[in-house]
Each structure stands twice: as structure tokens, then as C-alpha cells.
T-cell receptor, first 113, second 107 residues
Framework: DSGVTQTPKHLITATGQRVTLRCSPRSGDLSVYWYQQSLDQGLQFLIQYYNGEERAKGNILERFSAQQFPDLHSELNLSSLELGDSALYFC????????????FGPGTRLTVT | DAKTTQPNSMESNEEEPVHLPCNHSTISGTDYIHWYRQLPSQGPEYVIHGLTSNVNNRMASLAIAEDRKSSTLILHRATLRDAAVYYCILRDDDMRFGAGTRLTVKP
């Protein structure tokens, strides 16, 4: 158990809908990262927040947004969902903002029908 | 972007050492070398990381070449539980996963 929690474990929704994925980092970690893993794309870095502020952006679509709250939990919002958004979404956390090891949660499996 | 090159797959026998290679010829001076693994149906798991010197922890050892253009993850005694995809990553600001090496451990 990494100490990172993600909810929900599974999510099934229809195209065009909007969903919110939630992540709670390990106690004491200030950075939260979001990743998407699909069969054809592998693990893709989406976005990083550090102590409430956006710190780094990867391959995140404009339909996707994230935020980190004062209690350090984070939410990833996915809107106007398409079939291709079906994937595993992982959250990770680390103590600081640079180069430390990351600890991953168990993931949320999103299925868009 | 700095990139890494790893073999697609490797096989090992249980209780034997495993050496997983990684080439990173374009590494910069500030890039840390990180290794993660992903077991089936689980999130990635941190294994080890280093900058210039060899590193050991309870899970593995990391051997870094003197010119830092390659590194090797060493599992001293492979177990069936070590069967996973192993990712070698150069970590600067963000972390970009490649395809990794799929390690199969035979009993």
C-alpha cells in the first residue's frame, strides 16, 4: 500500500458526459501528479500540482482540468468524454516538487461507452 | 526531451540475479535516473533512483556508468513476484515513461 488513495476504483459513463476523479496524497506529500494509461499510448504524464499551484503540464487535453485543494487532495475533471478517453488514470504524490520518487495510487479505471 | 532505451522483454529464472539495462545517451547533468515497476493490474511502484553513484536499497541495486550514459537495475534474487514491466526514467521536471522492459520470471 503506497498511502495514495484514489476514488472511485471504476467508472462507467457515456460519451459527452463529465466525470471527476479524486486523489488523496500520502501524508506529508505536497506534490500530486496525474497520469493516463491506455493500451495504445502507455503511461502519459498529464499534470502536476505542488502545494496548490500548477507546476508542470504534460499531454493534458483542453477538455481535462485538475486542481489541488488546501487539504492537498486533488481532483481531475474530464469533460465531453470520448470513447478514446477510456483508460486507467493514476495519481501519484511526492514530498517535494523536483526529482523525488513518486508513489502511485491504485488507479481509476474509466470506461466510456 | 531526454530519452531512455530498454529491451522490450527479458526472461529470468527464479532465485537468479537479473540485470536490466537502460541506455540514456542524452542524459543531462541534472537528470536523476529513476526506476519504477508495474505489476499486472497495479499502479507503478518506485524501485530506486540515483544521480551519479551506485545505489542500494532493500528492493534492488542501481549501477550507473561513469559517463552516466547507461545504467543497470540489479535484482539480486528474482522471485515470481518480480515479474513486471520495469521502467527506466530520466527525471528532471516531469517524468516520462517509455515502453519499459517486461520481465518474465520462470519457476
Amino acid at each position: 500500500d503506497s498511502g495514495v488513495t484514489q476514488t472511485p476504483k471504476h467508472l462507467i459513463t457515456a460519451t459527452g458526459q463529465r466525470v471527476t476523479l479524486r486523489c488523496s496524497p500520502r501524508s506529508g506529500d505536497l506534490s500530486v501528479y496525474w497520469y493516463q494509461q491506455s493500451l495504445d499510448q502507455g503511461l502519459q504524464f498529464l499534470i502536476q500540482y505542488y502545494n496548490g499551484e500548477e507546476r508542470a503540464k504534460g499531454n493534458i487535453l483542453e477538455r481535462f482540468s485538475a486542481q489541488q485543494f488546501p487539504d492537498l487532495h486533488s481532483e481531475l475533471n474530464l469533460s465531453s468524454l470520448e470513447l478514446g478517453d477510456s483508460a486507467l488514470y493514476f495519481c501519484a504524490s511526492s514530498v517535494g516538487a523536483f526529482r523525488e520518487e513518486q508513489y502511485f495510487g491504485p488507479g481509476t479505471r474509466l470506461t466510456v461507452t | 526531451d531526454a530519452k531512455t532505451t530498454q529491451p522490450n522483454s527479458m526472461e529470468s529464472n527464479e532465485e537468479e540475479p537479473v540485470h536490466l539495462p537502460c541506455n540514456h545517451s542524452t542524459i543531462s547533468g541534472t537528470d536523476y535516473i529513476h526506476w519504477y515497476r508495474q505489476l499486472p493490474s497495479q499502479g507503478p511502484e518506485y524501485v530506486i533512483h540515483g544521480l551519479t553513484s551506485n545505489v542500494n536499497n532493500r528492493m534492488a541495486s542501481l549501477a550507473i556508468a561513469e559517463d552516466r550514459k547507461s545504467s543497470t537495475l540489479i535484482l539480486h534474487r528474482a522471485t515470481l513476484r518480480d515479474a513486471a514491466v520495469y521502467y527506466c526514467i530520466l527525471r528532471d521536471d516531469d517524468m516520462r515513461f517509455g515502453a519499459g522492459t517486461r520481465l518474465t520470471v520462470k519457476p
